[in-house]
Every structure is written in C-alpha cells, then in structure tokens.
C-alpha cells in the first residue's frame, strides 16, 4: 500500500459513522450485511448510510454485491490488512519487541472474539 492509498483509508474510517459501518461489516464476514440492515443496526436514514458506504467503497474499504432487490456489503479484508500492514511496517525503529504486542493483538482479536462467543 502505498501514502496515497492509506491517507484514503484512514480519512474514510476518520468519521463515527463510516467506522461503525465499517466495523459492522468485519464482524460479519464475507457473507457481509445488506444495506438496510446496517441502516437498522445503525438507526441511521438510508441516504446518510449511503453517502457513508460510498466513501468506503471509494476508498477500497468494502465491495457490494446485488442479491434480489437488496445490496450486501462486504469488508475488504486485503485492503484492511494492507493498510494495518502500512501503519505497522518499519514499525518502532527496528525494535519489533516494542511492536510484538500490538502484532499479536491484531492477530488475535477476531480470533478471541469468535472463540469466547
């Protein structure tokens, strides 16, 4: 990933709204949530939910796909990895003991999270 990619990335997250879409959409996998769910989910109208949805997209966070008369919206896990990768990379110097706990709380968060439900 290179600046230009990961400045879209993170100024798409930079807004409560966007974030928790977006968060929405890791927790659900790739069979991902349909628009008016998320809207639900949110209590939020349909236009700002999809003025929202539009900046991620714009900015590779997530995809859609039609099913019938919905749109399901799915996380992009490549690009998510790729910009975490970014902001982790070089990361503290060279000394990865500095990083070694953020590494493996990145790895392990969706992991625990499935495990303890």
């Known amino acids: ?3 230009k990619n990961a400045v879209a990335g993170l100024s798409a997250l930079a807004h409560e709204g966007r974030l928790t879409a977006f968060r929405l959409l890791v ?3 790739p069979t991902g949530i349909a628009a008016g769910e998320i809207a639900r989910r949110m209590a939020i109208p349909p ?3 999809s003025a929202n949805l ?3 997209s714009h900015a ?3 995809d859609s796909r039609r099913e019938g008369r919905s749109v399901i919206y799915t996380a992009r896990y490549e690009t998510m990895t790729a910009l975490l990768e970014y ?3 070089d990361c503290c110097g060279g000394s990865p003991e500095i990083c070694g706990s953020l590494a493996d709380l990145v790895l392990n968060s969706r992991c625990d999270a499935r495990a303890t439900a």
Do not use: F, H
Request: glycine share 12%.
């Open 1 to 3: 990933m290179d600046t």
């Open 27 to 29: 927790q659900a996998g």
């Open 47 to 49: 236009n700002t939910l």
């Open 54 to 56: 539009a900046i991620l």
């Open 60 to 62: 590779g966070l997530i």
């Open 87 to 89: 902001l982790m990379k």
